[in-house]
T-cell receptor, first 114, second 108 residues
Framework: GAGVSQTPSNKVTEKGKYVELRCDPI?????LYWYRQSLGQGPEFLIY????????DSGLPNDRFFAVRPEGSVSTLKIQRTERGDSAVYLC????????????FGPGTRLTVL | GQQLNQSPQSMFIQEGEDVSMNCTSS?????WLWYKQEPGEGPVLLIA???AGELTSNGRLTAQFGITRKDSFLNISASIPSDVGIYFC????????WGAGTKLIIKP
């Protein structure tokens, strides 16, 4: 499809486990963003990539969270030793250029940590 | 993290009524954006504002970028059932800083 896709759509895991969330941006978009959205809140910025490099990871809550984008396209958000407080919807967005006003969002991955 | 102050938190309206919501910030933004999010979906961009004082329309939606660059409002005229959803304002740095959303509910 032409839009941003994210997999899985839902992930249920146990406390302490490791999870990977995948984002496929729109083809040709150089900037990729990860946000986290808790129930009843707006999204909160986690990290953004320009090409392969993380241009700003200041939103990552702690060192259990890590993201990669090795070929400048697909990105994976990795969470180690998951905690119940990590439960949220993780949204990915891409834009044509850095700081592009039109950030196109995927449907999100709903992560539930039991 | 930083969030914008968005109000109201929710609105219960009759079909056909006009709707107004707003967003304020202690910081200046050079771009304000309004998104709509429906259940199970990511946010979808409705209107982008690039200039202080700018008034922009998209169909029944009208948004304004405040003169101080610290606020914005969104109006929806003659609401219809498909307007139901959560509306978010966002200020653009390069990442987006978001309001908490306004949930729009149409009374039957």
């Amino acid at each position: 499809g032409a839009g941003v896709s994210q997999t899985p759509s839902n992930k249920v895991t146990e406390k302490g486990k490791y999870v990977e969330l995948r984002c496929d941006p729109i083809s040709g978009h150089t900037a990729l963003y990860w946000y986290r959205q808790s129930l009843g809140q707006g999204p909160e910025f986690l990290i953004y990539f320009q090409g392969t490099g993380a241009a700003d990871d200041s939103g990552l809550p702690n060192d259990r969270f890590f993201a990669v984008r090795p070929e400048g396209s697909v990105s994976t958000l990795k969470i180690q030793r998951t905690e119940r407080g990590d439960s949220a919807v993780y949204l990915c967005a891409s834009s044509l250029t850095e700081g592009g006003n039109e950030q196109f969002f995927g449907p999100g991955t709903r992560l539930t940590v039991l | 993290g930083q969030q914008l102050n968005q109000s109201p938190q929710s609105m219960f309206i009759q079909e056909g009524e006009d709707v107004s919501m707003n967003c304020t910030s202690s910081s200046i933004f050079n771009t304000w954006l309004w998104y709509k999010q429906e259940p199970g979906e990511g946010p979808v961009l409705l209107i982008a504002l690039y200039k202080a004082g700018e008034l922009t329309s998209n169909g029944r939606l009208t948004a304004q970028f405040g003169i101080t660059r610290k606020d914005s409002f969104l109006n929806i005229s003659a609401s219809i059932p498909s307007d139901v959803g959560i509306y978010f304002c966002a200020g653009l740095v390069y990442q987006l800083i978001w309001g908490a959303g306004t949930k729009l509910i149409i009374k039957p």
